[in-house]
């Protein structure tokens, strides 16, 4: 890599793609807003992204299956939403290609400062990372075909807001794509019922539910539409309730 491209990689990976503030700056001036319901179910501690090493998850075409259901295609803006160590940032910047564009996204300095020097480590000029804040992932509006959340949506401890907040980085095609496993969240996955109830409060029409072993649960594929509600008008889903008819839509169990 020459120096002025090796730098300007640099600075991409520590600056919002919005032209924001460095990424590795965290906001104290955020407060948390009470104006959203509270989730009526566990939340899992953050742990590593890694439950398996990424040669077995590659043995396994993981990352192939989730991009290629997810529709994932060369010159698409993709976000990966909890990031971790990058496994799929990595195959996602390889897939989209140079016309496209990723943006990698969690909440922990630690783990973005770590994943910002592997990208530039394996070149990969089309990627950008960026710390966000446990309720706002904090994601530029009408930006993202795809917005990937794999194995983290059960560490998010206000999921009505995150999903509000989330809504208009996605371009009107835009799609939200979850994996997670089938079981309570406190054990780190997701009942599906709940994942469509939750969704369902903000909006999110459900296109299609699958499973995917390879992945280690299932794969839900998610679309925004019409108005996004006032916080004061989201109603919270009961844990271990089956979702509601206005939160099942079309496509549930197709592949």
């Known amino acids: 890599m020459r120096p002025a491209l090796a730098l300007g990689t640099a600075l991409l990976l520590l600056a919002g793609c919005d032209g924001a503030k460095p990424v590795l700056r965290e906001d104290k001036a955020q407060t948390k807003n009470t104006g959203f319901p509270a989730a009526d179910r566990p939340v899992a501690t953050i742990v590593s992204t890694r439950w398996s090493t990424e040669e077995a998850r590659d043995r396994l075409n993981e990352a192939g299956q989730v991009m290629n259901l997810a529709g994932i295609k060369p010159g698409m803006t993709v976000a990966d939403i909890g990031a971790g160590e990058g496994y799929y940032t990595i195959r996602l910047g390889q897939r989209v290609g140079d016309k496209g564009r990723v943006v990698a996204e969690d909440i922990v300095p630690a783990t973005i400062e770590q994943l910002a020097n592997r990208v530039i480590r394996e070149r990969l000029n089309n990627v950008t990372v960026r710390l966000g804040l446990p309720a706002d992932p904090r994601l530029p509006e009408a930006s993202f075909h795809r917005v990937l959340m794999v194995h983290m949506y059960h560490e998010i401890e206000s999921p009505y807001e995150f999903l509000w907040r989330l809504r208009p980085s996605l371009t009107p095609d835009g799609e939200v794509i979850v994996v997670d496993a089938d079981r309570p969240t406190e054990h780190h996955g997701t009942p599906p019922d709940l994942l469509k109830c939750e969704f369902g409060a903000l909006g999110y029409t459900l296109v299609s539910m699958r499973p995917m072993p ?42």
Do not use: N
Not at 224 to 252: F, L
């Open 214 to 255: 390879s992945a280690g649960g299932y794969l839900a594929i998610f679309r925004a539409g019409g108005e996004r509600p006032e916080p004061s008008m989201i109603k919270a889903c009961k844990s271990g309730a089956r979702a509601t008819p206005a939160a099942v839509q079309t496509g549930e169990g197709s592949e």
